[in-house]
């Protein structure tokens, strides 16, 4: 998913784009890291610091063009690993600024099947990325507020029923690839030539909704009941508010949702590559993925399953742990167009905000 996912909570405390945490004083070496604001959490990067004498620096970006721009901005070395979306890898290999990595270094056997993603993490039989956290794109709603039966099939949106409670999260790639699993296209079939399907539906479920918003306005929409659905959200919105209001809740309805996933690289001209992949092995290891999956930013799958014995009972209830062999069955990749196809999408997108 391109565009980071910011908690209600984090956004209320005033979340800083840069974030540089604290470790230390003696620490003997740094290793500065391009992230997602869920791998800031002091949780998650404290015991790695410790057990390597280390600080970890985090810098927080939003969506992969941002991502790039730093890294173009950036002298060679000056970043050590980068958290980027999984459909994105092939896009920075393509900039030459990936290290390769043996896959027989991480725990592939333990990760769920489906998460490896060979295809997006690999060019040309080189891997140059592991998968790390991963979640769904689908509908998000409150349960006091709805008939959760409706939210079983996404043909209610358009019901009427909801007419002015919905919110639409305002990224084109899963929401229209939402919109054409509604009309029986599959993502990797969406093309030029069924894209116009999509656009009548895209226009009356604009026409539906009380707003099309970020991650922030969406989720504070939903939490404060200015809406009930949100098109678009997942695990990740509303798990973190979970324990302030159990009554968000998120499903897969029988079309379908869309699978996000974020992968993690080391930087080809890292100033420290061996502790940059040690920094990669504890990020996919059952403990790190743990923390990493319940980060105060944001919640997530972990990919390796071995966290599943780290994680608790109650933690894993809301992340659905014992679900996930049917979400992820029920569950598509990202539409992952061309250049005419994204320009063209992005297009339709702009004139359904017009609305």
């Known amino acids: 998913m391109s565009k980071t996912r910011f908690p ?3 956004a209320l405390a005033g979340t800083a784009a840069v974030v540089t945490l604290a470790a230390p004083a003696m620490a003997a070496e740094e290793l500065n890291a391009l ?3 869920d791998h800031a959490d002091a949780d998650l990067l404290k015991p790695f610091e410790d057990a390597h004498d280390v600080r970890v620096n985090t810098k927080e970006y939003e969506g992969t063009a941002a991502g790039l721009a730093i890294l173009d901005q950036s002298q060679p070395g000056d970043w050590d690993v980068m958290v980027i979306d999984a459909v994105d890898v092939g896009r920075a290999v393509e900039r ?17 099947p489906e998460l490896t993603l060979d295809s997006h993490n690999s060019v040309d039989g080189t891997t140059y990325a592991v998968t790390e956290k991963f979640g769904y794109n689908t509908i ?26 919905i919110a639409i999260y305002d990224y084109y790639l899963p929401v229209m690839g939402l919109v054409g699993l509604s009309q029986g296209v599959a993502t990797k079939d969406l093309s030029a030539a069924n894209l116009e399907t999509l ?35 997942g695990e990740w919105l509303t798990a973190v508010l979970h324990s302030e209001n159990p009554d968000l809740d998120w499903t897969i309805p029988k079309q379908g949702a869309l699978l996000w996933a974020q992968s993690i690289a080391v930087l080809k001209d890292s100033q420290n590559p061996d502790l940059a992949k040690e920094f990669v092995k504890y990020i996919v ?3 790190g993925q743990a923390r990493l999956a319940t980060s105060s930013c944001y919640w997530g799958m972990p990919v390796n399953k071995k966290a599943g014995e780290v994680l608790d009972d109650s933690q894993k209830a809301v992340l659905r742990w014992d679900q996930q062999a049917d979400y992820l069955s029920r569950a598509q990749l990202y539409p992952v167009p061309d250049a ?16």
Request: net charge negative; charged share 25%; glycine share 8%.
């Open 8 to 10: 209600l909570r984090a």
């Open 285 to 287: 290891s059952p403990e």
């Open 35 to 37: 992230i997602w604001c």
């Open 340 to 355: 005419d196809l994204d320009a063209e999408m992005q297009s339709m997108w702009t004139d359904m905000l017009q609305q």
């Open 96 to 112: 030459g600024v990936f290290a390769p990595l043996d896959p027989a270094e991480f725990p592939m056997g333990d990760y769920f």
């Open 199 to 233: 656009r009548d539906p895209l226009y009356k479920l604009k026409a539906a909704s009380r707003q099309v918003s970020d991650v922030v306005a969406s989720q504070t929409a939903l939490a404060t009941g200015e809406v009930d659905v949100l098109i678009g959200g």
């Open 140 to 165: 998000a709603f409150n349960k006091a507020k709805v008939d959760e039966a409706d939210m079983e099939d996404m043909g209610s949106l358009w019901s009427g029923k909801y007419d002015g409670k």
